[in-house]
């Protein structure tokens, strides 16, 4: 498949925006008209064509522009991208996991080679054409976590499993819903997970981490995660928020169908072969209103979604200036009538 990468931004004058096949396969979140956290996890496995769950590890229409917004973070800020140092035989794992996803399934822009440990790799969009030796950190330009992830969509976790729970000891985090790598590096499931309301209390991340623990090679698993933002901004972390939080002041009954996005983040997990650490891959989609409610179904269910929330969740997730503007811009696409169970 040929994908025709556009030239977008993220910051500044926020030119991003969704083509009509990008917003047909937007991974609407919500399978019914209301909200509350679960253990919602799913195999991880191929979904229909024209979907962002045709492939295993998606790439599409933004990855240009979003690489290119992820090395700007970086040079900002170095720390966005760590690994404790037991961790490189993880990273390699994670190298080889999606080089060979991104060549197989989209070879019209990656291409893997390999002759023993001396692999090729070519990725043509972004103009790279590199030869190392699988093992030798000295033979790539950057660590293999780093020199990957800056070539594939999403955030990446590598998490250490030791001790019956897992620990968050390396990572590439540029395009993060307000937390911190640097902050959260070292911690384990639990801690990390410490600042989220409601859950803990209905034994959410206990069954997670259970489930977790027990993951198999081969069989990855996914879920669905979301968020609002204002803006269509990747780097909504607590270490720029003195630029985003702002933001959120300027949203008007006028420009709140342009303004506010759903950020919704597909989210996979994978043991990996080596190393036995699991990657956990945050995939990051953004849609405007104006887009969404271009399909009526999506249009009728989000202002109910946002009335039902319980105030823990409005809180949690920033949304108490901007929810009763959103409800009230969003009401007037809901004639009232039922909505189907499922997406
Ligand atoms: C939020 C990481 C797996 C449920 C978060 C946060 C982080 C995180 C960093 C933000 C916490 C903050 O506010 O500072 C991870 C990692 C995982 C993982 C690295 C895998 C190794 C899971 C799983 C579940 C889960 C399996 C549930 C089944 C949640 C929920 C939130 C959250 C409900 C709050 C999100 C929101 O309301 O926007 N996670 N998580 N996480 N996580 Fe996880």
Known sequence: MTITFKSETFRDDFTFRNSLYNIRRFPFPFDRDDYMYSVNMEPHVRGKADSVFENLVDVDEHYVAEMQDRAKVLKEDPLRCQALPHMMAAQWDVLELLMEHQAQDYPAHFTLTKDGDRWRWINRPMGIDDTFTFGDPSTLPYPPMEYITRQAQGDFCIVDQR???????????????????DFDIGMNFMEWHGPVPLAHQIGIFDRALKFLLNLQQGKPTRRLNWTMTVNPRLDTSPENYHKWGPDRLTVTPENVGQKMHLRVELQSLWRLPRSNAILFVIRCYLISLEELVTVPKWA?????????????????????????LMIDWLSKYDDGSPTSAGI
């Open 300 to 324: 009728r269910r989000l202002p109910r979604v946002l009335q039902s929330l319980p105030p823990e969740i409005i809180d949690y997730k920033g949304l108490t200036r901007n929810r009763p």
């Open 163 to 181: 001790d019956n729970n897992l620990w968050m000891d390396a990572g590439m985090v540029t395009t993060q819903a307000d937390w911190s790598l």
